[in-house]
């Protein structure tokens, strides 16, 4: 009996260009990390020392002034938050990080070629992908958090972690494709779903502040019946 063999489409080699999915998504991505932080800017200007835009002439100033004690209050929360919402943010800063390095690096290596810090990794005469040490640092990350009796370190294992997904995800046309697709047509799945996780932790972060603050208001009326 002969032999079934797989056939696969032919790959496209045109250039990376975004399609309406990728926009969608990107403005997605975008728009659910401006919104967190425009909101609590906003919440910061109203109840701050800076006067609101209709008090003042000064509006970039006061803008900066909100802009500072958002930062302050951001670094205190973050530092009297749950483990849960610190961990979550670590993820997604050192995810959306990684991300927006590889892919700048690696531009730089396309379009300039290689010099300096820039350039890819080679061993035994093979490229190596970002995305083997990208598994392999979630690996580390992922069974030093299971393994670890204090959960006060899986809000920093998180970051490593993140780091990883970060690296694998952003080549995962290449590991659903079987083949070098980074800056082809289908390299833009790795594009798509980078923005879609970034999107989703985003929206992650901003739903538990909303129910963190419903909380708080719901429980501190029943403590008060």
């Excluded at 797989?6 to 997605?28: H, I, K, Q």
């Excluded at 006060?152 to 046309?173: M, N, R, V």
């Amino acid at each position: 009996m002969a032999a079934l063999k797989r056939t696969r489409a032919p790959v496209r080699r045109g250039g990376l260009r975004p399609d309406r999915t990728t926009w969608t998504l990107g403005a997605l991505a975008v728009g659910a990390v401006g919104t967190f932080a425009a909101a609590e800017v906003g919440r910061v200007w109203r109840r701050g020392s800076a006067p609101v835009p209709a008090e003042t002439d000064h509006i970039v100033e006061a803008a900066g002034t909100a802009t500072r004690e958002t930062v302050e209050i951001a670094l205190e929360g973050f530092r009297v938050s749950p483990k849960r919402d610190r961990t979550l943010l670590n993820l997604l800063a050192s995810f959306s990080g990684m991300v927006l390095f590889v892919r700048s690096t690696t531009g730089v290596i396309r379009w300039r070629g290689e010099f300096g810090p820039f350039r890819s990794v080679r061993a035994g005469g093979r490229h190596v992908h970002h995305f083997v040490p990208g598994i392999v640092v979630m690996m580390i990350a992922g069974g030093a958090s299971l393994l670890s009796k204090d959960e006060k370190k899986d809000q920093w294992l998180a970051i490593p972690f993140g780091f990883g997904a970060g690296l694998t995800l952003d080549e995962s046309a290449l590991l659903l494709e079987l083949d070098d697709v980074y800056w082809t047509e289908e390299g833009i799945v790795s594009v798509q779903i980078t923005l879609a996780v970034s999107a989703l932790l985003a929206s992650l972060g901003l739903a538990l502040r909303i129910l963190r603050r419903g909380e708080r208001e719901v429980l501190s009326s029943v403590s008060t019946r």
